[in-house]
């Protein structure tokens, strides 16, 4: 979710001032503190109905796209709900746009929508079906 940080410097200095294993804890624990940072006060988002079975809704609007961030190593979706919704990823390819598979994730926690996304990639999102999706997106 979030860019992973180093922290190997600051760990061998508390070990070589006699940290050892409190160092080690405390640099996981600053890990997993900063992944959570990713989503934490994450916008929401409500997508645009699509119009068919070949036009699935979307988000942003149509013609439109977002930009990823150095916020988040990934796009996180946590989708409004209790059951799952599949949503693919497109993205911006020289002056055309691919589009990843469908990925399924669950309502009310926290998905990806796809891992590993450069910063300033360009993307836009297309959920399964023509119905709304809504909830908060991290990128």
């Given at each position: 979710?979030?860019k992973?940080?180093?922290?190997?410097?600051?760990?061998?200095?508390?070990?070589?001032?006699?940290?050892?294993?409190?160092?080690?804890?405390?640099?996981?624990?600053?890990?997993?503190?900063?992944?959570?940072?990713?989503?934490?006060?994450?916008?929401?988002?409500?997508?645009?109905?699509?119009?068919?079975?070949?036009?699935?809704?979307?988000?942003?609007?149509r013609?439109?796209?977002?930009?990823?961030?150095s916020?988040c190593?990934?796009?996180?979706?946590?989708?409004?709900?209790?059951?799952?919704?599949?949503?693919?990823?497109?993205?911006?390819?020289?002056?055309?746009?691919?589009?990843?598979?469908?990925?399924?994730?669950a309502?009310?926690?926290?998905?990806?929508?796809?891992?590993?996304?450069?910063?300033?990639?360009?993307?836009?999102?297309?959920?399964?079906?023509?119905?709304?999706?809504?909830?908060?997106i991290?990128?």
């Amino acid at each position: 979710m979030r860019k992973q940080l180093k922290f190997v410097p600051v760990v061998a200095a508390l070990t070589l001032l006699g940290g050892g294993v409190m160092a080690g804890s405390a640099a996981a624990s600053d890990t997993i503190s900063a992944a959570r940072a990713c989503t934490v006060d994450a916008p929401r988002f409500t997508s645009y109905p699509g119009t068919g079975s070949n036009d699935p809704a979307y988000w942003p609007a149509r013609g439109s796209y977002a930009t990823t961030t150095s916020r988040c190593n990934d796009i996180n979706l946590k989708l409004d709900g209790a059951g799952v919704r599949s949503v693919r990823t497109c993205f911006k390819a020289g002056s055309s746009w691919n589009c990843g598979g469908w990925h399924i994730l669950a309502e009310g926690r926290w998905g990806l929508a796809a891992t590993d996304v450069l910063d300033g990639t360009q993307f836009f999102l297309q959920f399964l079906g023509t119905s709304r999706a809504a909830g908060q997106i991290d990128y």
